[in-house]
């Protein structure tokens, strides 16, 4: 594997590409077949169609169903979800930080696909993983108040704080929606310096690029 780009490890069918910028790569290196639709993300929930806009709309979500757009979110610790349909016709992109996963953006997204959550496959792309990630009271309050099992997401540390697990948080709004299908999430921005950025570990970073499009 090529060290400037991890291609998601997912059943997508052949003509969906789709991976992740490692720090030492760029994704204009990429042989894409269309433009990046890039978005001006903002932590929230709206989703838009990819297409050829002036200037990046204000969104955390993108769907593309032709191989003239391609779906892009950028990262340094938020959680990035790629999703395909099973026959390859309709791809989409998410910026999921937790504050994107309290907004919705992962419902916001596959309500916003014309296939049904039965029908989809996701890859969860590099994240800072739990034991890196201390929240405070509050961010587990945000998600309690909506979900009280998310509480399994959250493991107290000694300084009476919370370690929040993006995946676990990731991975329960995606089963309650009935996306079965859901692969990756073992990385670790934070404490992987060699390949990727962390905003937790330097907030003058750069970013990572996870992306997702129909070749044919």
Do not use: K
Not at 88 to 113: C, D, F, K, P, Y
Not at 143 to 153: G, K, T
């Amino acid at each position: 594997m090529s060290a400037d780009w991890i291609r998601a490890d997912w059943p997508a069918p052949a003509n969906v590409l789709a991976g992740t910028t490692t720090r030492s790569g760029d994704i204009a290196d990429r042989d894409l077949p269309g433009t990046p639709c890039w978005l001006e993300q903002v932590h929230g929930a709206n989703v838009v169609l990819a297409g050829n806009f002036e200037s990046p709309p204000q969104a955390d979500a993108a769907v593309s169903r032709t191989t003239a757009n391609v779906c892009v979110v950028s990262t340094a610790d938020c959680l990035p979800v790629l999703f395909s349909s099973r026959d390859g016709s309709e791809v989409a992109a998410a910026h999921a930080g937790w504050r994107g996963l309290a907004a919705g953006v992962i419902e916001a997204t596959v309500a916003a696909m014309e296939h049904g959550a039965a029908e989809l496959l996701v890859w969860l792309g590099p994240a800072i993983s739990q034991p890196a990630f201390e929240v405070g009271g509050e961010v587990r309050q945000t998600f309690l108040d909506q979900d009280s099992a998310a509480a399994a997401c959250f493991l107290r540390n000694e300084r009476g704080r919370w370690q929040a697990d993006l995946y676990g948080l990731a991975r329960r709004r995606l089963s309650a929606l009935g996306v079965t299908a859901v692969h990756g999430g073992d990385f670790c921005t934070f404490r992987d310096r060699e390949r990727f950025y962390s905003y937790r570990r330097n907030p003058d970073c750069g970013r990572m690029v996870s992306f997702v499009a129909r070749l044919t």
